[in-house]
Every structure is written in structure tokens, then in C-alpha cells.
T-cell receptor, first 115, second 114 residues
Framework: GAGVSQSPSNKVTEKGKDVELRCDPI?????LYWYRQSLGQGLEFLIY????????KSGLPSDRFSAERTGGSVSTLTIQRTQQEDSAVYLC?????????????FGPGTRLTVL | AQTVTQSQPEMSVQEAETVTLSCTYD???????LFWYKQPPSRQMILVIR??????QNATENRFSVNFQKAAKSFSLKISDSQLGDAAMYFC???????????FGAGTILRVKS
């Protein structure tokens, strides 16, 4: 596609429910990243996928958070038993290659609100 | 761990004037990349400019330029001839040379007055 797309654009859920956020990276990009942007704060790295390598999960805040990337393309970020502190904008980015020239292109994000 | 600090939560500038946004960072690495991203209300992050730490020359992109002071670990963004469309949140970010994740500052809201 023309750019990174994310769905849904907005998601409102009740505390304790599970949610799934989807990211479609730019076609051909082998690297995919998830970031979280809490109100008034910068972006916080969550997880990184590169090709068939094991993902870098070092930024996931708890075991309630998980992510998959199927077929090296689409990725789903899952948050189980959501809490109010999970409310944030979740941004996905993709890049062509790892290393020197790997400009990250961002999607428009999903705004998650946990009531 | 690397950290990025933006000490100005908000800045204002008159249209056609020049404004400078500040950023400092902390790292023990000698080779790395620094970035400025713009985030308008649409939430779409847009890369404004990037600087390779091994380059002494400051990066420029049209009206945008940086003042990179490696020894001081400072990386400020100068916007010349400010336009209404420049109004947005601006984030400073760091990446290790062969790293993957970006480390972001908290951001600076830039308001442009007509």
C-alpha cells in the first residue's frame, strides 16, 4: 500500500476486556515496530519484528501484552485484561531494512481508551 | 540506557519568524543517529530531518536545520520562516547506529501565530 495503515482508528473498551490492534506495513518492508504514546509523553518502544528473526520484546510492559506478525506482513498487538493505564495511542511503524538506512514510516495510530 | 530530553513543553512563534526547539540526549555510544519528527493533529509521524553522529556538518532540509553539538550531546531544531502548517508536536529521537528502536523525548508543542 501507499503507507502504513492501522485499524481501528479508535477503540473504546471496558476494563478487563481483551483488545486487538492491527497494523499493515508498507509492502516489502521487512521490519515492523510497535510504540505506545501515552498522554503528554513521547513514544515508548514496545516490540520489534525483523524478517523471520525472533522479535525483540524488550519494551512490552507486562505479560498482558503480546504481538504477532503473520507471514512477515500484517501484525496484531493484543492486550489482555485491559487496564485504565493502557489508555494511549498505539503507533506502528515499518522500515525497509535494519541498519544504517532504515527510516521508520509510521501509521496514524490507534487511540485506545479503557473505561 | 539512552535517554532523550526535551525541556520545552510548548513554544510559540510568529508566522515568518524563526524558532529553535531544544533537545539533549545521553548515550555512551560514539556512533548513532538523531532525528526530529513532526506529529500534526492527524497523529501521523513525519520525519523532518536526521543527523548522523559521525558527520560534523549540520543537516539541513529547506527551512529546517539542526545545531548538532556532539560533545555537549545537544541537538536543536531551527525552523526558519515559520508557516501555519508547521504547527504540530515535535519529537526528538535517538537510535543506535545498528539499533532498531527509536528512543523519543517527551515532545514540544509548537504553536504558530498569524
Amino acid at each position: 500500500g501507499a503507507g502504513v495503515s492501522q485499524s481501528p482508528s479508535n477503540k473504546v473498551t471496558e476494563k478487563g476486556k481483551d483488545v486487538e490492534l492491527r497494523c499493515d506495513p508498507i509492502s516489502g518492508h521487512t521490519a515492523l515496530y510497535w510504540y505506545r504514546q501515552s498522554l503528554g509523553q513521547g513514544l515508548e518502544f514496545l516490540i520489534y519484528f525483523q524478517g523471520n528473526s525472533a522479535p525483540d520484546k524488550s519494551g512490552l510492559p507486562s505479560d498482558r501484552f503480546s504481538a504477532e506478525r503473520t507471514g512477515g506482513s500484517v501484525s496484531t498487538l493484543t492486550i489482555q485484561r485491559t487496564q485504565q493505564e493502557d489508555s494511549a495511542v498505539y503507533l506502528c511503524a515499518s522500515s525497509l531494512v535494519q541498519g544504517i538506512n532504515n527510516e521508520q514510516f509510521f501509521g496514524p495510530g490507534t487511540r485506545l481508551t479503557v473505561l | 540506557a539512552q535517554t532523550v530530553t526535551q525541556s520545552q513543553p510548548e513554544m510559540s512563534v510568529q508566522e515568518a519568524e524563526t524558532v529553535t526547539l531544544s533537545c539533549t540526549y545521553d548515550t555512551s555510544e560514539s556512533d548513532y543517529y538523531l532525528f526530529w519528527y513532526k506529529q500534526p493533529p492527524s497523529r501521523q509521524m513525519i520525519l523532518v530531518i536526521r543527523q548522523e553522529a559521525y558527520k560534523q556538518q549540520n543537516a539541513t532540509e529547506n527551512r529546517f536545520s539542526v545545531n548538532f553539538q556532539k560533545a555537549a550531546k545537544s541537538f536543536s531544531l531551527k525552523i526558519s520562516d515559520s508557516q501555519l502548517g508547521d504547527a504540530a508536536m515535535y519529537f526528538c529521537a535517538y537510535r543506535m547506529e545498528y539499533g532498531n528502536k527509536l528512543v523519543f523525548g517527551a515532545g514540544t508543542i509548537l504553536r504558530v501565530k498569524s
